[in-house]
């Protein structure tokens, strides 16, 4: 292995450990739910989800799924950021 291939893969773990470097502006994923899946999209701070139960309450247990595996990452630096669930 080269030496800037080794140098890049020790920043990226460097970068790894500092997950407060990331900020989500957007993006879609498909959950798979327990009866089907769902489209759910991120989008500036504002969550979206297919299922019934979004469209009644603005929130899901997908949703809140995700704000749980996604943590500090969905939050901008220095943002006061998502109320984790």
């Given at each position: 292995?080269?030496?800037a291939?080794?140098?890049k893969i020790?920043?990226?773990r460097?970068?790894?450990?500092?997950p407060e470097?990331?900020?989500?502006?957007?993006f879609?994923?498909?959950?798979?739910?327990?009866?089907?899946?769902?489209?759910?999209?991120?989008?500036?701070?504002n969550?979206?989800?297919?299922?019934?139960?979004?469209?009644?309450?603005?929130?899901?247990?997908?949703?809140?799924?995700?704000?749980?595996?996604?943590?500090?990452?969905?939050?901008?630096?220095?943002?006061?950021?998502?109320?984790?669930?």
């Amino acid at each position: 292995m080269d030496s800037a291939m080794i140098a890049k893969i020790s920043k990226a773990r460097e970068y790894a450990q500092e997950p407060e470097r990331i900020s989500f502006k957007s993006f879609t994923v498909e959950f798979s739910g327990k009866h089907q899946a769902y489209t759910i999209t991120f989008d500036n701070g504002n969550w979206h989800c297919e299922c019934d139960f979004f469209e009644q309450r603005g929130v899901c247990s997908h949703t809140m799924a995700l704000e749980r595996v996604l943590g500090v990452m969905l939050s901008p630096p220095g943002s006061a950021g998502q109320e984790q669930a």
